[in-house]
């Protein structure tokens, strides 16, 4: 990893930092989209999610050099940066802590920097595309790695930079001014791999932009805008990522019959016993226990037991060959609440933070639409441009 010349608002020129930050990508719904469009004409989902096709992806840039022109924009000396990250789930309020930094590049065969989940070509092309115009990263991966690196930056010194505050979040944004203490964390950091927790599209496409321009392996598009979490913090949250299912019920019925053992539960079992597969259908709660003769010779060993490995391999691989309809939720109380008349809900156990290290260890990949890592690290926080370093 390395410092790097973040680029971040100036709010006496933009305005306040809560109207112009944004979530990813990846998870902005076209209406969420106008409503920070709304909150101001300097919000960065104009630049993280620009209109689809070649004049969108040039307005992104035509922004950026506007904003940094105005100096809406401004350039830091380089720098690393602490980000404390409260929020609120399930009543309860934590903080999660990472850091933001430049990540060199490694191709999974080196084993260094690691994914844990399958990708999609078609974002992966947008992101591609959206970085060939602006040549930024417009928002950072997330990778996780050992809590002992994390540690060295606890007592370091940091100078507070931004506040911001985005619906029942607050973030806190700090330079980390003490240099013997990054270079600790630097070299400590340099023994471990970091495991790619969200951003596994813009991690691949920064490989295939610095495979694209023979980048060498100093160059700054041969490393990425990266915010780093410790394994062990105690704000990380994973949630799961629930299946509804419409459609293709005598399937998914004789999927359950063939090898689950079956028991009605009540919804509070849900929460409180936290049973790996839960169907619910009108309001009916039904644990599915896989029984010991069903045929998991189709998983890889290292996911087998998963929940959700399960669920993909055992109970919707056949409904898949239907019509049936499937989409995903991470809220289990929405979850719950759409499976009527012909909806189902297939309720999964949340994959925790070591196993997903363990899958990734041995080269292996969970299934797409697995893990949900919750909140989400906002863009416009911090901006790297790959001409600054």
């Known amino acids: 990893m390395r410092a790097f010349r973040a680029i971040r608002y100036d709010e006496r020129v933009a305005g306040p930092l809560s109207d112009l930050i944004c979530p990813p990508y990846d998870v902005i719904t076209s209406d969420e989209r106008a409503r920070l469009a709304a909150r101001s004409e300097r919000n ?62 490694y191709q999974p065969s080196e084993d ?18 959206l970085l060939r115009a602006t040549r930024a990263n417009t928002s950072p991966i997330f990778g996780m790695t050992d809590g002992g690196p994390m540690a060295l930056l ?40 970091v495991y790619i927790a969200d951003g596994h599209h813009r991690y691949e496409t920064a490989l295939t932009y610095a495979t694209e321009l023979g980048a060498g392996p100093d160059s700054t598009e041969s490393s990425v805008l990266t ?22 019920r005598a399937a998914l019925d004789a999927a359950i019959a063939r090898s689950f053992d079956r028991s009605v539960i009540d919804r509070g079992a849900v929460e409180d016993v936290q049973p790996g597969i839960v169907l619910v259908r009108d309001g009916t709660f039904t644990r599915l226990e896989l029984r010991p003769d069903a045929d998991r010779s189709g ?16 109970l919707l691989r056949d409904v898949r060959k239907t019509d049936a309809v499937i989409t995903y939720e991470h809220d289990a109380d929405r979850a719950i609440a759409a499976a009527t008349g012909e909806w189902s809900a297939i309720l999964l156990r949340a994959v925790d933070p070591m196993t997903l290290r363990a899958v990734a260890d041995v080269g292996e990949r969970l299934p797409q639409k697995t893990t949900y890592f919750y909140p989400k690290v906002p863009a416009g926080l911090v901006i790297r441009s790959l001409d600054l370093g």
């Open 299 to 314: 998983l890889p060993a290292a996911w087998r037991g998963l929940p959700v490995a399960i669920a993909e391999e055992l």
């Open 112 to 129: 260094v920097v690691l994914p844990h989940e399958q990708t999609f070509p078609k974002a992966k092309a947008d992101r591609l595309e």
């Open 44 to 105: 960065f989902v104009r630049v993280e999610l620009p209109d689809e096709g070649p004049a969108g992806y040039a307005h992104a840039e035509e922004l950026l050099h506007a904003w940094m022109h105005e100096r809406a924009l401004v350039a830091d000396p380089p720098s690393i940066y602490l980000h404390d990250h409260e929020f609120a789930l399930g009543g309860v309020r934590a903080t999660r802590r990472g850091v933001f930094v430049a990540l060199r590049l």
């Open 227 to 248: 915010y780093l979490c410790a394994l062990d913090d105690p704000g990380l949250r994973i949630l799961a990522t629930h299946r509804l299912v419409a459609g293709g």
């Open 154 to 193: 606890s007592g370091a010194a940091a100078a507070p930079v931004a506040t911001a505050r985005f619906g029942d979040d607050r973030h806190t944004l700090a330079r980390v001014l003490d240099t013997q203490s990054v270079a600790r964390f630097k070299d400590a950091l340099r023994k471990e791999r």
